[in-house]
């Protein structure tokens, strides 16, 4: 074969190699999000990590509602990964110094007035956190709904929809929990609970999306029970710092028992 002949052929070859790449491209990013399959179990670990990273601390404030009297707990939380939640009280003064250690699968909560720090047996993880509508789990989280629930996907246009059911060997008093959440940012809308009877218990709300570093995160949860009239409790994320470089000692018994002024 003359050189030249050789040179047009391996052009034509080059030519056509960029029009298939390029058309490849341009079918690839034609895809809407409908033609991607979304992965619910991906999907609904986000939202179990929704504040958290490698690391992370906040500035929280939580609002206690009911039809006779209204109180607000200041606090500061840390956390690393799901395993390590360390949460101390920091206001109103009665309470302060109150604090939350969870450890893997294991809690504590100590109160300084009595000097005492208390197990929360598997049994009470479901019970209300210092008279709030949160339940000990819902602030340590030491439940994955990842994990520990049966995941169907459904949805319309906007939002996705996760139905969870929980499995066989999982602890819970929720028979089924409905998961919504928005297609466009994938951020939490709504959570509802339901008891075993299929009535709803309670809903959480995700509301007023704020920026938090790089990320775009609901700054205010609010949880309302559906069985107590007038009630309602919510959590204002004041400040929340992101793969933050955390004290060894913050996951610590001692650091359990620290006594403020």
């Not at 960029?18 to 991607?36: H, W």
């Not at 958290?52 to 609002?63: E, F, G, L, P």
């Not at 019970?127 to 049966?150: P, R």
Request: hydrophobic residues 40%; aromatic residues 8%.
């Amino acid at each position: 074969m003359k050189w030249g002949c050789l040179v047009k052929r391996v052009f034509s070859i080059l030519i056509m190699a960029l029009i298939g790449s390029a058309l490849g491209a341009t079918s690839s990013l034609g895809q809407t999000r409908e033609e991607t399959p979304m992965d619910p179990v991906a999907l609904l670990r986000q939202v179990d990590e929704l504040y958290r990273a490698n690391t992370s601390t906040a500035d929280i404030r939580m609002q206690i509602v009911n039809p006779n009297w209204e109180r607000t707990l200041e606090m500061r939380v840390w956390s690393q990964g799901m395993e390590k939640t360390f949460i101390r009280i920091l206001s109103p003064k009665k309470d302060r110094g109150v604090a939350t250690l969870k450890l893997d699968e294991e809690m504590w909560n100590y109160f300084p007035k009595i000097d005492r720090a208390i197990k929360v047996p598997p049994s009470m993880m479901m019970s209300s956190w210092m008279g709030s509508d949160f339940t000990n789990d819902d602030l340590v989280k030491e439940a994955s709904l990842a994990d520990d629930y049966h995941i169907t996907l459904e949805g319309t246009e906007t939002l996705h929809q996760l139905t969870l059911v929980p499995k066989e060997d999982t602890v819970t008093v929720w028979a089924k929990i409905i998961v919504t959440v928005d297609r466009e940012t994938l951020l939490p809308v709504e959570q509802v609970y339901f008891n075993e009877r299929g009535e709803k218990v309670r809903t959480m709300q995700f509301l007023d999306i704020k920026t938090y570093g790089d990320r775009e995160l609901p700054g205010r949860l609010e949880m309302v029970p559906h069985n107590k009239e007038g009630h309602k409790t919510v959590i204002f994320y004041d400040r929340l710092e992101l793969d933050v470089e955390i004290e060894e000692d913050i996951f610590t018994w001692r650091n359990l028992k620290k006594r403020f002024n």
